[in-house]
């Protein structure tokens, strides 16, 4: 079974700094997607950005990139210029690319969460 | 609506009560899922719908724990004889596109004294 670990329960930074949150994970297949999520008070899981295993170049989404390596089976995640609307949980998670072969389903395994603060 | 919706956003219930919580996936997702997120953990995957079926309810920590979805649409999550430890926000996400990524709702506090 796979497995996502966080080791940082909590983080925090200076507002226009910039931060990076790490991720473990252990599977045994080769092709699969990795997620961050930002989780606000709001309780909305919100996905920040996505890395598929078989392509080499790290995802960036604007102020948000990642460092992928596979071999570690390391997936952090870098918050360049943080901002005070950054503040929130934030959820590495993993998910096969193949359907489970008996339901179909793909589900999302999560870590434990990394609950990042920003002063201003 | 534009997004998942869930309801209640929260519920208080007593101990051995039955409760019912409702999710509202995007119109035309066919893929549902719901998962369990207990203070201070991340959430953990409990049964995945595709269409009105439940086709991987393994999740499920027991048979106190039962869901459905019969128009294919709206699901909602059954838990009778609710225990303290039933505690946690419920979520439920919808899922289409290229990625099938998983689209959240806001979830359900659920609240056992």
């Known amino acids: 079974a796979q497995t996502v670990t966080q080791s940082q329960p909590e983080m925090s930074v200076q507002e226009a700094e910039t931060v990076t949150l790490s991720c473990t994970y252990d599977t045994s297949e080769s092709d699969y997607y990795l997620f961050w999520y930002k989780q606000p008070p709001s309780r909305q899981m919100i996905l920040v950005i996505r890395?598929?295993?078989?392509?080499?170049q790290n995802a960036t989404e604007n102020r948000f990139s990642v460092n992928f390596q596979k071999a570690a089976k390391s997936f952090s995640l870098k918050i360049s210029d943080s901002q005070l609307g950054d503040a929130a949980m934030y959820f590495c998670?993993?998910?096969?690319?193949?359907?489970?072969?008996?339901?179909?389903?793909?589900?999302?395994?999560f870590g434990q969460g990394t609950r990042l603060t920003i002063n201003p | 609506g534009a997004g998942v919706s869930q309801t209640p956003s929260n519920k208080v219930t007593e101990k051995g009560k039955y409760v019912e919580l409702r999710c509202d996936p995007i119109s035309g997702h066919t893929a549902l899922y719901w998962y369990r997120q207990s203070l201070g953990q991340g959430p953990e995957f409990l049964i995945y719908?595709?269409?009105?079926?439940?086709?991987?309810d393994s999740g499920l920590p027991n048979d106190r724990f039962f869901a459905v979805r019969p128009e294919g649409s709206v699901s909602t999550l059954k838990i009778q004889r609710t225990e303290r430890g039933d505690s946690a926000v419920y979520l439920c996400?919808?899922?289409?596109?290229?990625?099938?990524?998983?689209?959240f709702g806001p979830g359900t506090r659920l609240t056992v004294l």
């Open positions: 719908f595709q269409g009105t079926g439940a086709a991987d």
């Open positions: 996400a919808s899922s289409s596109g290229p990625y099938n990524e998983q689209f």
């Open positions: 998670a993993y998910r096969s690319a193949r359907r489970d072969l008996k339901t179909g389903a793909q589900k999302l395994v």
């Open positions: 890395q598929e295993a078989y392509k080499q």
